[in-house]
């Protein structure tokens, strides 16, 4: 098989999706992703983590729908949380899970690919704030996340809680809601 086809076979099967949400003509859209890079690319992975950022731009200058890229982000983001392995912290505490990652979206791309599994094309616009983590035992989860639950999450980027301290009496359900979800993980 020779390289573009290699190529283009990597973008359809990291992004399956977008098929179903355009009419997107892989061998087009893979020439012109081949050609806007200065040499040809080399490494497939390097290849297929560029891509997304591609359909944004093309979305800014209105050659392609801008959920095509949201969508694009996060099936890229599931593919590595599902090939990196979690390295859970050493220290007894209340860490961040390592794997959390944020995606800001203006369509709810979860519901569309649900409803899309049932024979059912919609876009649906709603700004959100997506969170994508492997859980140590259940696997790949993601849930939107509230405010509240962006900020508690933030005041413990840099810092582990001991297992003895008290948490605020404003935050504990929200953070035993989020230790539940395995965002924040237990280790003792």
């Known amino acids: 098989m020779n390289a573009f086809y290699e190529f283009q076979a990597a973008l359809e099967d990291t992004f399956p ?5 355009s009419d997107l003509n892989w061998d087009t859209i893979t020439q012109e992703y081949i050609s806007v890079h200065e040499s ?8 297929v983590f560029g891509f997304p950022e ?8 209105n050659e392609c729908p801008p959920y095509l890229y949201e969508l694009a982000y996060l099936e890229l983001l599931e ?11 050493q220290s007894q505490g209340y860490h961040l899970n390592p794997t959390l990652s944020f995606l800001n979206l ?18 649906i616009e709603r700004p959100h704030v997506l969170c994508l983590f492997h859980h140590p035992e ?10 509240h639950h962006l900020e508690l999450l933030q005041s413990l980027e ?3 809680i001991p297992l003895n301290e008290s948490i605020a009496d404003q935050d504990k359900d929200c953070f035993h809601e989020l230790v539940d ?3 924040i993980l237990k280790i003792t």
């Open 158 to 160: 840099d810092r582990v």
């Open 138 to 147: 259940e696997g790949i989860h993601q849930v939107d996340l509230e405010t």
């Open 40 to 47: 040809r690319p080399k490494d497939i992975s390097d290849f």
């Open 79 to 89: 593919m590595n949380l599902f090939h990196s392995e979690i390295v859970l912290p």
């Open 106 to 123: 203006e369509f709810d791309i979860s519901q569309m690919r649900e409803e899309a599994s049932e024979g059912k094309i919609n876009i």
């Open 17 to 21: 999706s977008l098929g179903q949400f």
């Open 54 to 61: 591609f359909l944004q731009d093309k979305a800014q200058r």
């Open 181 to 183: 979800l395995g965002l």
